[in-house]
């Protein structure tokens, strides 16, 4: 395949829909006031060696480290009590060889938490973590970790679905001059509903068996920009699956040899409607720098269109979202400006006339 360049017509008018199309489900409510300092009672404990049963502390409070500090427990961000904390570790380290870590329990979560009695959801807002090394994974959870989560899938037979999933997943979010280190697991996870939120300035290595950063479906308006995808992963290094309206922005890939950024929808995986597609995006002022030249392509979208027509079906009983058009509907993104060093193979995938692909080199 060759590199598929389109004209996008009426862009202004694709930006207006894009409003309307999102926009609402975006409006959240105002920042909170400026967290207290914590007091030495939490350093002391994250300081501590974890002991049976307590591997993690709860951070509700500003906190400041040294750089000479190596946390060894996990950190929890945990509903509306959390919301306007910053974490500055003025280069210490979160999570050392013996963290334990999975999807479930990342060495940072940011979470959302729901109350069994009314099932109603407290959600973590507006809150900075920067100038940290760590060790193994961030996720920002909102109805579940994952797009397979029991309350992601029970939400997904609604149609307000994606308002739900973005209503009660953590938002504001603001990770900045970090160095994650992956163990195996994905380094980065913005589950589903998450919006707002950014990765800026840093850097990743180490490896991972998936990708760096997953996107999941109903998340949206998040920012990508200027960080380093330095690691080893087992397939793209940047999911967008079922996500709109992200800016993913002047970032450098070194030798993204399993792919660079994969724009789709996954239908039906685990039970799940997946309802947003993936618009709007821009992918942009990127540089991917190859080593050998053979690799999958950088950008591809639309990357599981066909897989999704053979393997998913139509529901009649829920006919919207991948239920009713089980298609990627990766469409009116924009992918220009960006550079490829060292390539043969294409560069760029894209059949959607939709889609706005020009000016890449």
């Known amino acids: 395949m060759s590199m598929i360049a389109t004209t996008w017509t009426n862009r202004m008018a694709m930006l207006a829909?894009?409003?309307?199309?999102?926009?609402?489900?975006?409006?959240?409510?105002p920042s909170p006031a400026q967290a207290a300092a914590c007091s030495a009672s939490t350093l002391t404990a994250l300081r501590s060696a974890p002991s049976a049963g307590s591997d993690s502390v709860?951070?509700?409070?500003?906190?400041?480290?040294?750089?000479?500090?190596?946390?060894?427990?996990?950190?929890i961000f945990a509903g509306a009590q959390a919301s306007g904390?910053?974490?500055?570790?003025?280069?210490?380290?979160?999570?050392?060889?013996?963290?334990?870590t999975s999807y479930s329990d990342p060495t940072i979560a940011i979470r959302s938490l729901r109350d069994?009695?009314?099932?109603?959801?407290?959600?973590?807002?507006?809150?900075?973590i920067r100038n940290c090394n760590i060790r193994g994974n961030i996720r920002l959870i909102g109805l579940g970790p994952n797009g397979q989560a029991k309350y992601v899938r029970l939400s997904?037979?609604?149609?307000?679905?994606?308002?739900?999933?973005?209503?009660?997943?953590?938002?504001?979010i603001t990770l900045r001059n970090l160095t994650i280190t992956g163990t195996g697991g994905i380094p980065l996870y913005f589950a589903p509903g998450v919006t707002k939120s950014s990765i800026t300035g840093s850097r990743f290595v180490g490896k991972s068996n998936q990708t760096a950063i997953y996107l999941d479906a109903e998340s949206a308006g998040n920012t990508i920009s200027n960080n380093r995808f330095s690691l080893k992963a087992g397939r793209e290094m940047i999911a967008v699956?079922?996500?709109?309206?992200?800016?993913?922005?002047?970032?450098?890939?070194?030798?993204?040899?399993?792919?660079?950024?994969?724009?789709?929808?996954n239908c039906g995986e685990?039970?799940?409607?997946?309802?947003?597609?993936?618009?709007?995006?821009?992918?942009?002022?990127?540089?991917?720098?190859?080593?050998?030249?053979?690799?999958?392509?950088?950008?591809?979208?639309?990357?599981?269109?066909?897989?999704?027509?053979?393997?998913?079906?139509?529901?009649?009983?829920?006919?919207?979202?991948s239920s009713l058009d089980p298609s990627d509907q990766a469409k009116y993104n924009v992918v220009q400006g960006n550079r490829f060093k060292g390539l043969w193979t294409p560069?760029?995938?894209?059949?959607?006339?939709?889609?706005?692909?020009r000016g890449n080199n």
Not at 61 to 66: E, G, N, P
Not at 91 to 98: E, F, H
Not at 347 to 357: K, P, R, S
């Open 156 to 172: 997904s037979f609604n149609r307000d679905h994606t308002q739900n999933a973005q209503a009660n997943a953590p938002s504001g």
């Open 58 to 75: 709860r951070i509700d409070c500003d906190l400041t480290l040294s750089a000479s500090d190596v946390i060894v427990r996990r950190l």
């Open 347 to 357: 560069a760029i995938i894209n059949f959607d006339g939709t889609n706005d692909v």
């Open 270 to 321: 685990g039970g799940t409607i997946r309802h947003q597609p993936p618009q709007y995006n821009v992918i942009s002022d990127n540089r991917f720098d190859y080593k050998k030249g053979l690799a999958r392509p950088a950008i591809w979208l639309n990357m599981r269109d066909a897989a999704g027509k053979l393997l998913c079906t139509r529901d009649e009983q829920h006919p919207f979202g």
């Open 116 to 128: 069994d009695k009314t099932g109603a959801w407290s959600v973590p807002r507006d809150i900075t």
């Open 85 to 100: 904390v910053t974490l500055d570790c003025k280069g210490a380290t979160i999570g050392t060889r013996q963290t334990k």
């Open 241 to 265: 699956d079922g996500s709109a309206d992200n800016q993913i922005v002047a970032n450098t890939f070194d030798d993204p040899v399993d792919g660079g950024v994969y724009v789709y929808r």
């Open 17 to 29: 829909g894009m409003a309307v199309c999102i926009g609402a489900a975006l409006t959240l409510a």
